[in-house]
């Protein structure tokens, strides 16, 4: 079946939350200096004004399933949209320490609704054969959003604003967040969704724009699922016991790579290794170029290869990559090959963690609670980001080798968690994912 431009055009909108997402929580990688200047944080105090986003992200991906199944996923989008745009002024205009926190909390907040409305709308929308394709559009746009963060640190860092250059930083955000805002107006609801409210005739008119080929009987397998589900139990009941570990144990696993932590604190990696900051900054860039890259690798890949195949050479080439950072920092040798040592791990994450995590965490729920499901794996995600994140500047102050030696192990501990327990989710429709997982 050939992809249609209604398809096309909801996915693209629906994944510039995942824009703003990586975005705002890269742009902080080049404002630590600066705002460690401006308001005199300690190592502890950064790491808060670093977290505080997250844990913003924490309490928006907790709640986000509950507008998301009251009011829709792209009426829920819209909230999103207005809370970066809220905290993106916030930032530029912050007055003392906590109004510059207070702000980031909001942006935490729109990042960890989006991060659960966007994969979930997309993978309601896109047919079996596109959707690990479509959904990880969303994850292409979170990796381009932080490739763009750190691009726009070095350009704005080029321009000389001098104290101000954090709120340039961080408020240049904005213009996006508007962008996004007025281009939700221009896309449908989820037929999932309509269907659950018993607007059949709209799901109809949905899946027909989407191109779906087998409309009718797609259509009634939806139906049919939704409606065995008409006294649903919570989501913390037995037979949903399988999908909970998987959501959760992907999510964790995510974090404890080491991810989020090193892309926020790249230029502080950078700086510790005896780096300037302007050579910091065009590193990040390379980094961040890295992930963009494997990111459209994995998307080209991932109906044909497979979530777990990609997830277990993932965790190969960066358990072995984050040995060498930790080798480097141990032996304060080899300072200049730790830029692609780092390259290397991005390019192993954005292959396989970066591309598969929000694909597989909307496919292993059913219809009924994939909101609720969504939810839970994307809480876990933000939790231990911002557990990790706030952290890993205490860790890394005794030693720059301890994070690393850890988030090798963990990975290590991933590869054998995927190989013996994880299924395999390609080209399965929701519906048949159900059967699948025994969750009946």
Avoid at 52 to 63: D, E, H, K, Q
């Amino acid at each position: 079946m050939k992809l249609s431009a209604s398809l096309l055009k909801s996915t693209v909108v629906a994944a510039l939350g995942g824009l703003l997402f990586g975005f705002d929580t890269a742009v902080i990688a080049g404002t630590t200096h600066g705002l460690t200047v401006q308001y005199h944080l300690s190592a502890a105090s950064l790491g808060l004004t670093v977290s505080i986003a997250l844990w913003g992200t924490v309490f928006g991906a907790m709640f986000a399933g509950i507008p998301g199944d009251r009011f829709g996923r792209r009426d829920s989008l819209r909230a999103m949209a207005v809370l970066y745009v809220i905290s993106a002024l916030g930032c530029a205009l912050a007055w003392s320490w906590p109004s510059l926190v207070a702000a980031r909390f909001v942006a935490g907040l729109g990042i960890g609704g989006s991060s659960v409305l966007g994969p979930m709308y997309i993978a309601e929308i896109s047919p079996a054969k596109w959707r690990g394709r479509l959904v990880g559009v969303f994850q292409f746009n979170v990796v381009f959003g932080i490739l763009l963060a750190y691009f726009s640190n070095y350009l704005i860092g080029l321009m000389r604003f001098g104290a101000a250059e954090w709120r340039w930083e961080l408020g240049v955000a904005a213009l996006p967040a508007a962008l996004f805002l007025a281009m939700l107006y221009g896309i449908p609801r989820s037929p999932r969704w309509l269907v659950k409210k018993g607007r059949i005739e709209e799901a109809r008119r949905v899946l027909q724009l989407t191109g779906e080929e087998n409309l009718e009987s797609d259509l009634q397998e939806i139906v049919a699922s939704l409606a065995s589900e008409g006294h649903a139990e919570p989501l913390f009941s037995r037979r949903y016991g399988f999908p909970i570990f998987l959501a959760v144990s992907i999510a964790m696993f995510n974090q404890l790579s080491g991810i989020n932590a090193i892309l926020y604190y790249l230029n502080n990696i950078f700086a510790q290794a005896g780096f300037s900051k302007v050579s910091g900054d065009l590193q990040a860039v390379a980094v961040g170029a890295t992930n963009l890259v494997f990111t459209v690798i994995a998307m080209a890949v991932i109906d044909k290869l497979g979530r777990k195949t990609m997830l277990l050479i993932g965790s190969v080439g960066m358990a072995l990559s984050l040995a060498g950072v930790a080798d480097i920092f141990f032996t304060s040798r080899h300072g200049n090959l730790l830029v692609w040592m780092l390259i290397g791990f991005i390019a192993s994450f954005g292959f396989s963690q970066g591309a598969v995590i929000w694909v597989f965490i909307s496919e292993v729920f059913p219809n009924a609670v994939r909101a609720k499901g969504q939810s839970l794996g994307t809480f876990t995600h933000w939790f231990m980001n911002a557990l990790i994140s706030g952290i890993f500047p205490v860790m890394a102050a005794s030693s720059g080798a301890y994070p690393f030696v850890f988030f090798s192990f963990m990975m290590v501990v991933q590869f054998f968690v995927v190989l013996f327990l994880y299924p395999e989710t390609k080209g399965i429709t929701l519906e048949e994912m159900e059967q699948k997982l025994a969750i009946r």
